[in-house]
């Protein structure tokens, strides 16, 4: 079944670090696959503000490195030993090198059979909800125990992950409190369920923080923010509050003394993979999102659709500020 297969594909990878610059569209080698892995003929991916990391070398990796963590598509081989995956099925998953035609993939990993008449639409909702739908839902359950009655920051509450935690909390009965740049974006969050917003570009975040919880402060902040936001998150926390940094997009938070946690606030810096590591925690948590994706209870909200050449447009959007909810990468067949 591999006759069909080409030599080589399209990809995007980096062989440095550095600006939008260093990511290169070229053709690479297709890669072959060992006995437990599928190889996957890619339809859509999604696009994550971590990939900007690895391209900056705020994470380090090897070159060359092909970006990408998470797409849909057909699986079309697999290895001797795969027993619970066929050719020909639909998949989406969560591994490495997925801005690319073709990625291997360990079949006892990160990947979900999806039904075998899934549409394009049905792909591109899965390759743009599976990565960021986990982390908010990991986080609202691990990272801090979200509960009802609770005031939570969530700051980029117009983005990826944002609008998604905007529906998820609002589901768990907690007033969310969004942190945005733009009126734009403070509307679509409300409409995704924020209760309140803070408009970061015009507004002070604590002072804000402070009249809407009765001067008591925020009982969890969830800061993808990093470096700029570190103080005023401390600050806006309720007296034990739990203060979840997730992201740099603004850079690494500064290195900082323990005693800055004043009134017994937790803090934790999680990473997505960490909670979904045995394969029960992903089979708990990928069900959990599959099932509120084809219930309709969860919405991915698509903010553009670029294909795989225009990653470098895509990300310089994203880095800029410019986007709302999810980009995800229509990949050539
Ligand atoms: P987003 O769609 O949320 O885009 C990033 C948003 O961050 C921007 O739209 C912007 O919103 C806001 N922002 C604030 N300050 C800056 C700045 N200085 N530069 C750039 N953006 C800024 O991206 P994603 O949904 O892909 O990711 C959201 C965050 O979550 C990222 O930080 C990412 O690294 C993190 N993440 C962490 C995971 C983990 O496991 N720890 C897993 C998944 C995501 P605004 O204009 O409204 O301020």
């Known amino acids: 079944a591999t006759t069909t297969i080409p030599k080589t594909q399209k990809v995007i990878l980096i062989n440095d670090t550095g ?5 290169k569209y070229q053709d690479h080698p297709v890669p072959s ?11 859509y991916s999604g696009i994550n503000f971590i990939e900007s990391y690895f391209r900056k070398g705020i994470y380090p990796s090897e070159k060359p490195l092909i970006l990408g963590r998470e797409s849909s598509g057909t699986v079309v081989a ?17 591994s490495g090198s997925a801005f690319a035609q073709y990625t291997k993939v360990d079949a006892a990993g990160k990947v979900v059979k999806l039904p075998k008449d899934a549409n394009d639409e049905t792909l ?7 990565l960021q739908s986990l982390t908010a839902l990991t986080f609202i359950d691990e990272a801090y125990n979200v509960k009802k009655g609770d005031f939570i920051l969530n700051y980029a509450a117009a983005g990826g992950v944002g609008l998604i935690l905007d529906q998820l909390l609002k589901e768990r009965g907690a007033h969310t409190i969004a942190v945005v740049s733009t009126e734009e974006k403070l509307e679509l969050a409300k409409k995704h369920g924020a209760e309140y917003g803070i408009i970061s570009s015009k507004e002070d975040i604590v002072t804000r923080v402070k009249e809407i919880t009765n001067n008591q402060g925020v009982d969890a902040a969830f800061d993808s923010i990093g470096k700029d936001t570190f103080e005023t998150t401390i600050s806006a ?19 900082f003394p323990l005693t800055k946690l004043t009134g017994n606030i937790k803090i934790l810096r999680p990473s997505l993979f960490s909670y979904i590591a045995t394969s029960e925690e992903w089979k708990h948590y990928s069900r959990e999102f599959v099932s509120l994706v084809s219930s309709g209870k969860l919405k991915i909200n698509i903010g553009h659709v670029f294909p795989l050449s225009e990653y470098p447009k895509a990300t310089q959007l994203l880095e800029e500020r410019k986007t709302t909810g999810k980009l995800v990468l229509e990949i050539p067949q």
């Open 78 to 94: 697999k290895g001797n030993s795969v027993k619970d995956f066929d050719i020909g099925d639909k998949v989406a998953y969560l």
């Open 33 to 43: 696959i060992t006995d437990n892995e599928l190889l996957v003929k890619n339809k």
């Open 237 to 255: 926390l309720k007296r034990k509050g739990t203060f979840v940094s997730y992201g740099n997009a603004s850079g690494p938070v500064s290195p």
């Open 124 to 130: 591109k909702l899965y390759a743009a909800g599976l």
């Open 19 to 23: 600006s939008y610059d260093v990511l």
